[in-house]
């Protein structure tokens, strides 16, 4: 077990590029458990962040399946149990705590490729405690098709053992309905009938048909007293033959700006139409693009790919000038490597508000390289920096 209070990096390599699974064993405590604040712990991949589903204007990063919350958990363990695509040599998990956690365990598995579907073979006894998240399989840009959780449950005269399952913030309700209809293996009455006896364990399996595409998905397990998880088992539908997902430090483009996460696209445009400026100008792009996907009733898109891909919106992803740049950024270089890093450092701090809006809204901006577009109203001009005027239209 390590306690972690600061910022830890953990290194690993992939022998063969293909499908990986990353199990991560963690505890969190509650303020009340602490006498303070929350313990809360989330992770990076490669300096992939991961949030809510489906997306939210404030997004979370510690208050979801892929973290760990010290108020719902209160000091039991979690398992997060990530699955992606890998390229083969080096790749990191950089830990983040809030206040602290207790890292309990990492172990990262080489599944291979062609994989059409997995059974993942858990046979673990839940701590005992109230209803709290226990297990989550976090599917990074991965489809699913079927999912299947085995589990044994005891059945007791006042606080049984139960099994809640969520699929993308979509409780799986059990057909037993009641009070506990939430609760899919022993709510209702219907247990009481079957089972007679107070006590008795019972071994079920629930199936899930789903056609989720390509993208990141949570499946979550929780508990509630002490079942046991034998397995999950995940069908993809189809041989899966992922395509590379683009990093910062390997940012070349895939031909379909969709595979971009979206701090790797909002870093493209940045690089693109900021590359050469200032840090604050780097923040005001990122900024009035992030102000776009805040504000819905101008139907620019509700997140960073719609925003950004809406066409004859911003000029850098299709400029002859910045075309083959911002798809292939020239990190061989160092000055172009370092404004790549810094644009997507900008991009990162701006998805998490880490850094305050300079421009007070703007919406829209251009450089003053090019003429000036119709839509610049001087009197709606509120920021201008460098070669940039920043406006809120």
Known sequence: MQLIKENFGHDFDIEKRGLCSIFITARCKSKKQTRGVDEDLRVEIDNQSFREIPPEKNIQLYNIPASWNGSKLKGLKKTVVFILWLEKGSHKITFIPRKEAKLENIEIKELGQNIKHRVFDINERAEDGDRRPWYTFALI???????????????????????????????????????????????????????????????????????????????????????????????????????????????????????????????????????????????????????????????????????????????????????????????????????????YDMAKQVINNQVEDPTKGANHFYSTDIPRPYWADEEKLIFSIDTLKFYKL
Request: hydrophobic letters at 35%.
């Open 141 to 343: 840009g991965l489809p699913l098709k079927y999912l299947s959780v085995e589990v044994t449950v005891q059945k007791r005269f006042w606080d049984s053992d139960d099994v809640k399952v969520i699929i993308d913030g979509k409780v799986k309700r059990s057909i037993k309905g009641g009070k506990h209809k939430f609760w899919y293996f022993v709510g209702g009455i219907l247990p009481w009938i079957i089972w007679r006896i107070v006590g008795k364990s019972k071994r079920i399996k629930a199936e899930f048909n789903e056609s989720l595409v390509s993208g990141i998905h949570y499946l979550e397990v929780h508990a509630d007293r002490t079942p046991v998880l034998h397995n999950v088992e995940l069908d993809f539908g189809e041989e899966i033959e992922v395509k590379r997902i683009p990093t910062v430090d390997d940012p070349g483009w895939t031909k379909d700006f969709k595979d971009d996460p979206e701090e790797i696209l909002l870093a493209r445009v940045i690089y693109g139409e900021a590359g050469g400026v200032s840090k604050l100008a780097k923040t005001a792009v990122a900024w009035s693009i992030k102000n776009r996907v805040n504000v819905s009733k101008y139907n620019w898109g509700d997140n960073y790919h719609d925003v950004i891909l809406q066409e004859d919106q911003y000029d850098s992803l299709w400029n002859k000038r910045t075309y083959d740049k911002v798809r292939t950024p020239l990190i061989e270089n160092e000055l172009e490597k370092k404004s790549w890093q810094d644009s």
